[in-house]
């Protein structure tokens, strides 16, 4: 009889530890892949975004309900697990270094080059009947804008002061790593979660609200840094993913039948319409299913996809690019397809598409160009440097 070893109920996973992480390579590509549907998803929503489609889907807007709760929560608890494991052949300096290096120049280029766009084409653009070199020039003096692109700021942010930290922790309680993983035992791995998840959402969401704004973005960096300290601390913690293995499905189970609330109160009931005494049931609900969705896919990441897979590690090499292109790609795409009145629910499907291929090409093109782009300036620099030749003295002129 053949065992599906994931389907086992009694049966341990190996928790893996050292190495690379397979599943945490998973999990990255599952979660900026489903970044692409969900913006995808923005303009055919009923929510108000840079391009809306004339027929607004509240079906479609289920996307942006099954999705953003835990996306962004498990990308910067996986960006902790990540930057943990890199101090096993590292100093923290050159941790801090290299993490600088491959957060601050995408995110710097992609506010300069890549988000303009999406406003220059967006039914907000701040300055209409401009050209392109006119409006940029104003939109650069007006204010840069973030974007989707606020992810890496906060993720430098967070690594930064976690460099600080770090070297504190070590010296001063050595223990909480541990001391940490063994809170999260039974229960507790869903209820102290949850219940910080629900206080921050019930209690601070309607104070700040998420402004992607770094200075007054309190209620998202109580829940992105904390996430991210999380996910550092418990890298190393072999008691945590036993734990997370074994309440899988349990924390699947919850989080299904948390979404299935979610689903039916937005499909059933318009945002402006829901009435006061629902609001903070909902956002209990939203923050159970936050976490249970996270677990979840940690703990059956760890055991489906647990050895190397070829497309997803094609994938992983190229997900930064990914990431910082693909809203604008979107809008550009979604913008002309407006201009031919075609954007209604029929071409969610072909721009979500078109999005991907559009990533696709950019990143093998950014690949291509790292590669050869060095050797043909070395060769060009060479021909540009002839040599010299003195002639000896007293030789003759021709």
């Avoid at 957060?103 to 967006?122: A, E, K, R, T």
């Avoid at 869903?190 to 601070?204: A, C, D, N, T, Y």
């Amino acid at each position: 009889m053949i065992v599906l070893p994931w389907l086992g109920q009694n049966i341990m996973t190996d928790i893996k530890l050292s190495g690379r992480r397979h599943d945490l390579d998973a999990l990255r590509v599952l979660c900026f892949g489903t970044l692409i549907i969900y913006h995808t998803s923005l303009a055919y929503g009923t929510r108000t975004w840079l391009l809306n489609a004339s027929d607004g889907s509240r079906l479609i807007d289920l996307i942006a309900a099954g999705s953003h709760p835990w996306r962004m929560s498990l990308l910067f608890f996986i960006s902790g697990l990540v930057t943990q494991s890199l101090l096993r052949n590292r100093s923290i300096s050159e941790v801090r270094t290299a993490r600088t290096r491959q957060l601050l120049l995408p995110f710097v280029l992609g506010v300069l080059l890549i988000v303009p766009p999406q406003f220059y084409l967006s039914q907000h653009n701040p300055f209409p009947g401009l050209s392109y070199w006119e409006f940029w020039k104003a939109y650069i003096v007006s204010g840069l804008r973030f974007e989707h692109l606020w992810f890496l700021a906060y993720l430098w942010i967070y690594m930064f002061l976690w460099s600080l930290l770090w070297p504190c922790i070590q010296r001063l309680c050595p223990n909480l790593p541990s001391a940490f993983a063994n809170q999260l035992r039974g229960a507790k791995l869903l209820l102290i979660p949850i219940i910080f998840l629900s206080v921050l959402r019930v209690w601070l969401y309607p104070i700040f609200g998420e402004t992607l704004v770094i200075s007054t973005d309190v209620y998202a960096h109580l829940v992105y840094f904390p996430m991210f300290l999380a996910g550092s601390l418990l890298m190393n913690e072999p008691s945590f993913w036993r734990e997370v293995d074994r309440q899988r499905w349990v924390s699947g189970g919850l989080a299904i039948l948390s979404f299935l609330i979610i689903a039916t109160v937005v499909l059933a009931v318009p945002q402006d319409y829901r009435p006061d005494s629902l609001v903070i049931p909902m956002r209990i609900v939203r923050s159970i299913f936050q976490w249970c969705a996270i677990l979840a896919l940690l703990g059956f990441a760890a055991r489906i996809a647990n050895r190397p897979n070829p497309v997803i590690a094609f994938l992983n090499r190229s997900m930064m690019t990914y990431y910082v292109v693909h809203q604008t790609i979107i809008i550009i795409v979604a913008y002309y397809i407006a201009k031919l009145g075609m954007l209604n629910i029929s071409s969610f499907i072909p721009v979500m598409l078109i999005t991907a291929i559009g990533c696709g090409v950019i990143g093998e093109a950014q690949k291509l160009a790292m590669r050869y782009l060095p050797v043909v300036i070395s060769r060009l620099v060479a021909l540009v440097r002839v040599p010299t030749k003195l002639s000896p003295p007293g030789a003759a002129l021709d």
